[in-house]
């Protein structure tokens, strides 16, 4: 079992306000990535970005310092390497909601007459070392990917995989709060299969009743995906929401998310 986060860590993440805290950037700064550090920030709609490098982590402290000492970011751990995590919770957030979204019309196209499956937490920890390979930012760092895979093992986090016979083909992972679902990273290995990946999480996610998957940072490439600009208020709204995700298992085949 998981305690969701250390006493301290829980009154920082408390103490934050979100209502008026910067709406992109770092909320926070702070080095432990511990598992149980991580799904309490999780669940206060906050993520990581860890930094890569000793010079990445000196930028931020540079560029950053001001803020903190103004107050406007928050120096959430003053250990050895403070400036070393930020931790980011962007307004609005994009969001696929799960009670008005469909898969583009291309993609169920292409999907129709596939022969792929999908599965869930078939290989997690592959899943997510294939996300953090050839990213120009290697922000899923040893520390975070240790972390994530005990949240996997406690059955917070989770993954979906794309596969071609039986070969890994794409996939995405991420850490389920209450009815809504996070996600963090995909990969694609073939045309579409990291596409079919999100569609494949959102529909299971769907089918167990949840409210919307998230994911995180805004771009061209997840607006593609389904995702609309969500006010962070509102985002928390659904975070705080009753209820839990028990998503469908199983190899499913990937031509049931062209209907």
């Known amino acids: ?3 969701t986060t250390s006493n301290r860590m829980a ?3 408390d103490r934050l306000d979100l209502a008026s805290a910067p709406v992109d950037g770092p909320l926070a700064f702070g080095d ?3 598992p149980q550090t991580l799904l309490g920030a999780y669940r206060r709609g906050l993520y990581p970005f860890p930094a890569e490098t000793v010079e990445h982590e000196l930028l931020n402290e540079l560029g950053y310092e001001a803020d903190v000492a103004a107050g406007r970011v928050h120096l959430v751990d003053t250990g050895r390497s403070p400036f070393s995590v930020a931790w980011c919770s962007p307004d609005p957030r994009p969001l696929i909601r799960t009670d008005r979204w469909r898969p583009a019309r291309s993609l169920r196209r292409f999907l129709r007459g596939s022969t792929w499956t999908t599965t869930l937490d078939a ?3 592959r899943v997510v070392d294939l996300c ?3 990213r120009s930012e290697r922000w899923l760092t040893g520390t975070l990917t240790a972390s994530l895979r005990r949240l996997h093992e406690c059955g917070y ?3 979906v995989e794309v596969w071609d016979g039986g070969e890994l083909i794409g996939g995405t992972f991420g850490v389920r709060i209450g009815r809504v679902f ?3 990273s995909q990969f694609t290995l073939r045309s579409g299969a990291g596409k079919a990946a999100v569609t494949d999480l959102c529909r299971r996610v769907a089918d167990a009743g949840g409210t919307a998957v998230d994911v995180q940072r805004d771009s061209e490439h997840v607006r593609l995906l389904g995702a609309e600009p969500v006010p962070r208020a509102d985002f928390l709204r659904l975070l705080g929401s009753s209820g839990t995700l028990a998503l469908p298992t199983g190899a499913l085949p990937a031509r049931r998310l062209a209907v």
């Open 157 to 159: 986090a989770h993954s």
């Open 132 to 134: 953090g390979r050839g």
């Open 182 to 184: 996070s996600a963090d």
């Open 32 to 34: 432990d990535l511990s």
């Open 123 to 125: 290989c997690f920890p």
């Open 11 to 13: 009154s920082v993440w």
């Open 1 to 3: 079992m998981l305690t």
